[in-house]
């Protein structure tokens, strides 16, 4: 009907009824002054002749009416008709277009009266039907409305098609934009396919224009909207007050908790009063909890949250009868260099240092006595109930073995320890667990000469001890090593007395004369006066002779000896004086260790020809 009319007034505008026209009328009435007149290029060329007021009326009225239906243009239809499977557009072209409903997926209100845009597809089908796309339409649109979209902020609604790696794939305007897996939502997605197939609204948050990519947020509508409802929660909040919440993220450093609308943090130290290695011992998700407000910051619109709140502290329900002296079982929870902290009741831990571990004196580490998760027995020995501090000890359930020390290790007592360390100056052994003794190393070996512990033994080794001294106030314990054999030197004293004869070879030519091994521990030296033969020649190293002892000095364990006193008489006297003189010093006893010494070493001088 639509197009009848219009075919009618475009006839009527263009005067194709002949009972108007003034040409016939002209032509029956003078048809010499018609032919004079008559314009045959029109005629052979088919075109009537149109007033030219009328053409104009028509051209202005094929203006307002129809469309150029150009393949490469857009233009826009209005909805007259929705079918189950079509949609029938007019463009104002000379018949309606078709569009298949597919096209309008993304846009599931779409109904009658609504404009959209569309492209001349085919302009008559087999059966003379102009089928138009609104798809290649929005592909042309699409782009100038992205970033229209994107520039303005403007919300835009998009077709869910898929899911895909790190999110979805979203239909807006006809191009595929990138929707990631954060931007779905402000809570985190579980079920990604639960969204595929939905038409949402979206903002476009980034467009790539070399590479063409688009990406679009839903999340990205809601927080304003949730921003402004943190500030309205926030407002209301008081601190001490309870609210139920949802576990809505677990982490290894604290719950995140929904309290509808806003999130807030419980951090893992206030999940419970005792000790937790991870938050997912205390909750699950999606668990409903009472939760108590400690603290909030309205400007960074930050909640911290607190459930072991909402119970008694255990230090206030802790046994009052429990004091200083008596004992406690738990268990060990954390374990440091410095000491071990033992849970005696749920959220009451003490401190067990490392030197109440053990009476010994040489501190270790607390592992060296205890492992996380065992069951201990401590004594208290302090208890500070209102600062809620404990301090535990282990030793002191067995005797404190410096009680009877004297009976144990009396002065002259021999014993085995283990050598637990070294110094500079000696060996700190351990008789048992608590009683230490240190060696000094001049009390090592009566021949060795050692200078530092760690040449004569290992640390871990055993070593057989006598008892020195015993200092029970001071807790200190003098050992000796070579004291559990007799001093060779004792019996050398008379092997090798002053006026004595051995022999030996020359060893090495040191200065100012030789050295002689007479045996592993007495080495003597020869000066070089002393060196000298019977033929006037000295000896030389490695050569064999007599030589007989002019100085023993066992306290240094200093031995002089002389190849020349055996056979030169001056020598030989010298040597019988000193032995006088060495016998009457002992029997009488009426000089010290240091005249004889200096005696000695005058009669040394005086035999190499000093002053």
């Known amino acids: 009907m639509a ?11 263009a005067g194709m009824d002949t009972a108007s026209q003034p040409e016939t009328a002209a032509q029956q009435q003078n048809p010499e002054q018609f032919l004079k007149e008559f314009n045959w290029h029109n005629y052979e060329e088919g075109i009537d002749p149109i007033d030219d007021q009328k053409l104009e009326e028509f051209e202005k009225l094929v203006a307002e009416n129809f469309v150029d239906t150009l393949d490469d243009e857009v233009t826009t239809g209005k909805v007259i008709n929705i079918t189950d499977r079509d949609a029938i557009i007019d463009i104002n072209a000379k018949s309606e277009g078709v569009i298949s409903l597919n096209e309008f997926r ?30 290649k339409a929005r592909v042309i649109m699409a782009w100038d409305r992205v970033n229209k979209a994107h520039d303005e902020g403007l919300i835009v609604n998009g077709y869910v098609k898929c899911r895909t790696k790190g999110g979805m794939i979203v ?19 579980r079920d990604y396919d639960a969204y595929v197939g939905k ?7 980034k467009i790539n224009h070399e590479f063409k990519n688009v990406v679009v947020s839903h999340k990205a509508l809601i927080e304003a909207d949730i921003e402004e409802q943190k500030k309205e929660i926030i407002g209301q909040l008081e601190k001490g007050q309870v609210l139920e919440g949802t576990v809505k993220n677990i982490t290894s450093y604290g719950v995140f908790v929904d309290l509808g609308g806003v999130d807030g943090l419980i951090h893992i130290t206030d999940l419970s009063w005792s000790r937790i290695n991870h938050p ?9 909890l009472n939760v108590v407000i400690l603290d909030f910051d309205e400007a960074k619109t930050r909640i911290q949250l607190g459930l072991k709140q909402l119970s008694k502290h255990p230090w206030e329900a802790l046994d009052e009868n429990l004091k ?9 929870v954390v374990i440091a260099d410095y000491g071990a902290f033992i849970e005696v009741a749920e959220g009451v831990e003490g401190l067990i240092h ?11 580490s607390a592992q060296d006595f205890v492992n ?40 002259g007592s021999r014993h085995t320890g283990i050598v637990r360390n070294f110094t500079n100056f000696g060996v700190f052994v351990e008789l048992e667990e608590g009683i230490d003794g240190l060696i000094y190393i001049s009390d090592l070996s009566w021949t060795k000469k050692i200078k530092h512990p760690s040449e004569f033994t290992n640390v871990g080794d055993k070593l057989d001890v006598v008892v020195l001294e015993l200092d029970v106030e001071g807790r200190k314990l003098s050992l000796g090593h070579k004291q559990t054999e007799s001093n060779p030197w004792d019996k050398y004293e008379t092997d090798f007395a002053v006026g004595t004869t051995h022999t030996a070879e020359i060893s090495e030519i040191v200065d100012k004369g030789a050295t002689v091994d007479f045996n592993e521990d007495i080495t003597a030296f020869i000066p070089t006066r002393h060196l000298e033969k019977e033929d006037g020649s000295k000896l030389k190293q490695g050569e064999s002779a007599e030589f007989q002892i002019i100085e023993f000095n066992k306290e240094f364990k200093r031995v002089v000896a002389s190849h020349t006193a055996i056979h030169k008489e001056e020598e030989q006297q010298i040597v019988k004086q000193a032995q006088k003189k060495a016998a009457a010093q002992q029997a009488q006893n009426s000089t010290t260790m240091g005249d004889v010494n200096a005696e000695l070493q005058a009669l040394k001088d005086k035999m190499e020809g000093k002053s």
Request: hydrophobic share 35%; net charge negative.
């Open 354 to 364: 490392v030197s109440e571990m053990s009476w010994s004196t040489h501190l270790r």
């Open 324 to 332: 200083v002296g008596d004992n406690v079982k738990g268990k060990v």
């Open 3 to 13: 197009e009848e009319n219009k075919n009618q007034e475009v006839q009527e505008v």
């Open 171 to 189: 239909d807006v305007f006809g191009i595929e934009a990138f929707l990631p897996g954060s931007q779905i939502d402000v809570k985190p997605i």
């Open 199 to 205: 038409t949402m609204e979206f903002k476009v948050v």
């Open 372 to 411: 996380v998760g065992d069951e201990v027995e401590a004594q208290i020995l302090t208890l500070d109930r209102e600062d809620r501090k404990m301090s535990l000890g282990i030793k002191q359930l067995t005797q404190d073995p410096w009680t009877d020390i004297t009976s144990k290790y009396p002065v």
């Open 106 to 135: 993304y846009n599931p209100d779409l109904k009658v009266g609504d404009e959209v845009e569309v492209l001349i597809d085919v302009r008559e089908d087999a059966t003379g039907q102009l089928i138009l796309s609104h798809r």
């Open 280 to 288: 997912n011992e205390i909750v699950e998700l999606d668990q409903k």
